[in-house]
């Protein structure tokens, strides 16, 4: 017997809850699937444990820094298990609220794995029982999430992810963090402004590939400066477990060109060398549902899949994998199937982001190098300008912040933003929506300043 939905949703992270909710609203039957815990991967090992664990480091910072400012502190230690205690019992709060929300909205909460047994139609097994249930719906949509990638070489199972990092019941005296994306960055941020040596070992020659390489560079400066080793242009070769630790081979380019290899010892290896969709108990092909060669469904601007009332949001796309690009794509999705709103679809042009580093990084549009592959040299003007902020007045170690606007064509459009330094991370959002409105730098010009913010030097730019 097959119980009929007006949407099925696969996945109670938060796209996929945000599509439910939105659903519901609009009076339509809904169930959501879920074999974990609700809230998915940023509730649960990702965006909010990880803000807390950066909280945590910012605070043990401003312990040090409050000294020149005339207060007698001093930094005695730090508890990583009262910590983590504290983290854990607010995330339990979280799925909690998820729970009771879907239960106020009248939404179906299925527990346990789906795989498709036709067009539209699943069997859900229960994990407690072994059972099935089947289910099928008008609509579906596919919002799994993805899982953290592990490479195929000698040991590389006694290493751990990013999942594996909040799981961790004592702070690493010393780890390794493979990776340059900016799940490498903020986990070997938060490690070592904790207390952890940490060394990072990177396959090119800097971190953060993907954004302006002003933001890479500035990190990079920021975190040798603190006293983080970073092994550029290097591959793990294998991992093995010594009388002291783990041992980890590593290949490195020297200055000559030559490969030679570095062993590190290390109580941590940390793998944060990418994601991957997680779909692979899906049974995408029996619904006939097409993906690509790296496992992301692939879909139309209207999130459609290649099969007909199936939709994919989130990171089963691999694109923007950001939560509250999920959320944004859920909402606008379930407006349109239920809303009356036939357009309604998500925009993925200058979708704002922001990388909690130490220094944190804030981002929205084009970088310069991608602004002038796609407008031309000619087109393009950039500002800069780099300072240390009055957070760091009376400081002995200052921080400098990094700015920059490229601006496009003769109006001189705003079509990139960047921050690095205090405060990035709070500053960009009311900066996004002037860029995704079409200011021009000449409205930025024409704007009043408040003084005195760093966030003001973004308006007096020259």
């Known amino acids: 017997m097959i119980t009929q939905f007006d949407l099925i949703v696969l996945g109670g992270g938060s796209g996929g809850i945000a599509a439910a909710v939105r659903a519901a609203s609009y009076g339509a039957k809904v169930a959501v699937i879920e074999r974990g815990r609700l809230g998915g991967t940023c509730v649960n090992v990702g965006c909010v444990p990880k803000k807390l664990m950066w909280n945590a480091a910012s605070i043990g910072a401003a312990i040090e820094e409050g000294a020149g400012y005339g207060f007698d502190v001093e930094l005695r230690g730090f508890d990583w298990p009262t910590l983590k205690r504290a983290r854990d019992t607010y995330i339990e709060r ?26 539209k139609t699943l069997a859900v097994r229960s994990p407690s029982t072994g059972g099935e249930v089947s289910l099928g719906a008008a609509e579906v949509v596919i919002a799994t999430g993805g899982r953290p990638e592990i490479p195929s070489l000698p040991g590389a199972e006694l290493g751990i992810d990013s999942d594996g990092f909040f799981e961790l019941e004592d702070l690493p005296k010393q ?3 493979v990776g340059s994306g900016y799940i490498a960055v903020e986990l070997a941020g938060v490690l070592h402004a904790l207390g952890s040596r940490v060394c990072m070992v990177l396959r090119r020659d800097r971190v953060l590939r993907a954004f302006d390489e002003m933001l890479s560079d500035e990190l990079m400066q920021a975190m040798q400066a603190d006293g983080i080793e970073i092994i550029t242009e290097a591959n793990v070769q294998r991992l093995s477990r010594g009388e002291e630790g783990l041992e980890v081979e590593i290949s490195a380019r020297g200055v000559d060109g030559d490969r030679s290899s570095i062993v590190r010892k290390t109580d941590r290896l940390l793998w944060a060398i990418g994601r991957r969709p997680e779909i692979d108990d899906l049974a995408l092909e029996v619904a006939g549902v097409e993906s690509d060669s790296s496992g992301a469904i692939t879909v139309d601007a209207f999130q459609r899949t290649s099969a007909a009332g199936i939709h ?17 794509a859920g909402r606008r999705l379930s407006d349109r199937l239920f809303g009356g709103q ?9 979708i704002p982001t922001v990388v909690f580093t130490h220094p944190p990084i804030a981002t929205v549009g084009a970088s310069e190098a991608e602004a002038r592959r796609r407008w031309g040299n000619d087109a393009i003007k950039v500002y800069r300008t780099r300072f240390n902020g009055m957070h760091y ?27 690095i330094g205090h405060a990035a991370d709070e500053m960009m959002q009311g900066f996004a ?7 021009r730098k000449r409205d930025f010009d024409d704007t009043v300043a408040i003084h005195p913010t760093s966030a003001e030097e973004m308006v007096t730019m020259r």
């Open 175 to 177: 780890v390794v963090v």
């Open 312 to 328: 994919a949001i989130g990171d089963v796309i691999a694109k923007a994998p950001l939560t509250p690009v999920a959320i944004a």
């Open 433 to 439: 929506v002037a860029v995704r409105m079409g200011a």
């Open 393 to 419: 007045a009376f400081s002995e170690r200052p921080r400098a912040t990094a700015m920059k606007l490229v601006t496009c064509c003769d109006e001189e459009r705003i079509v990139g933003c960047h921050i």
């Open 342 to 350: 036939a357009d309604r679809r998500l925009d993925y042009e200058n």
């Open 94 to 119: 979280l799925n909690a609220v998820y729970a009771r929300r879907l239960e106020s909205e009248g939404i179906a909460r299925f527990e346990g794995t789906a795989r498709f047994i036709g067009p």
